[in-house]
């Protein structure tokens, strides 16, 4: 299949209201995925860096100039990625891993993290899931894991299902059923719709966020990643 043709041309910009999932409903977005750093940037979330600032906080506001530099490697087809402003700690994002067990983002301490929420409704979270996982085996490891977490509301059936009969087959299967990752990040300014990525340091701090899909297993996405891995 020609990669090109699974995601729109430039132009075309669709937001799609997805009803019935819940009350405020997740929106899907189709996006131009070559504009993202010359488009306007989400508005900031204060982050506390005075006195009272814990240590995580101090620790990832302290990591601007490393932000900026990974959104400098953000180009072409991961062009919207755009860098944290501030880096903000999200050690305590929580999700239910491979076992089906609870665990949050700090529990990958030391290992830098590409999160991407879908779903099964959005299709261009469905569209994107190949190459996530065509990164994840190439670059995957000791350093770096691609972490999708599917948001359907329900059981594993569905999701299971779509990764089963698409062959997708290195990323483990992270969950989150209940959309409560989704609006933790909506309520921070980092998720507008799905699908939403986030690039996380080894310290669990954000560097780098997108709104809408990407080719991940462009040379565009390895080049940002190895960005990431090199500071």
């Not at 504009?35 to 814990?54: F, I, L, R």
């Not at 990591?63 to 944290?84: E, F, I, Q, S, W």
Request: proline share 6%; aromatic share 4%.
């Amino acid at each position: 299949m020609d990669r090109r043709k699974m995601f729109p041309a430039p132009r075309h910009i669709l937001l799609a209201a997805v009803a019935g999932v819940i009350a405020g409903a997740v929106a899907v977005y189709v996006s131009n995925t070559r504009s993202g750093n010359n488009a306007p940037a989400p508005a900031s979330v204060a982050t506390n860096t005075g006195a009272d600032a814990s240590a995580d906080d101090k620790l990832c506001a302290a990591k601007a100039d490393r932000a900026k530099a990974v959104g400098a490697a953000a180009t072409g087809h991961v062009a919207a990625m755009l860098p944290a402003d501030p880096p903000r700690s999200l050690k305590s994002l929580a999700f239910n891993g491979p076992d089906g067990k609870p665990m949050t983002v700090a529990d990958h301490s030391g290992r830098t993290l590409l999160i991407n929420l879908w779903a099964t409704w959005c299709a261009p979270c469905r569209a994107e899931m190949p190459a996530l996982d065509a990164l994840e085996r190439e670059m995957g490891g000791e350093n770096f894991e691609v972490v999708a977490v599917n948001v359907d509301t329900g059981d594993d059936t569905k999701p299971k299902k779509f990764l089963e009969e698409t062959g997708v087959a290195s990323l483990g299967f992270y969950r989150e059923n209940t959309l409560a990752l989704f609006n933790d990040l909506k309520k921070q300014g980092l998720a507008l719709g799905l699908p939403v990525t986030l690039l996380i340091d080894g310290d669990g701090c954000l560097l780098a966020n997108m709104n809408g899909p990407a080719e991940w297993a462009s040379p565009d996405a390895k080049k940002l990643i190895e960005a990431a891995l090199a500071q």
